[in-house]
């Protein structure tokens, strides 16, 4: 453990920040299973209306630093892909 006050804050906000960032990616994660799932009963007018709110959220995540911004594109397209080989299907 730090003894020094700043270390010990720098700690503090360390933890807080960590937290937050798992509440994003879990948010995000639960999106993306409510998305794959909707696509898997063929229900794609749920997954069309959910594919830009994940999108935005995975951008918004980008912006904080909790995903960088290749891996966050990378995310947004292979959803895309998802979505257009189950509308090609339909």
Known sequence: MA???SAIKRIKIANTKTMQNKSIKSNIKTA????????????????????PRISSSID?????????KNAANRKKSQLAL?????????
Do not use: M, P, S, T
Request: charged share 30%; glycine share 4%; aromatic share 8%.
């Open 32 to 51: 993306i299973k409510k998305f794959e799932a909707a696509i898997a009963e063929g229900d794609l007018d749920n997954a069309r209306a959910l594919y």
């Open 60 to 68: 918004k995540a980008a912006a904080k630093g909790v995903f960088h």
């Open 82 to 90: 998802r979505l257009q080989a189950a509308q090609n299907q339909e």
């Open 3 to 5: 003894n020094i006050k």
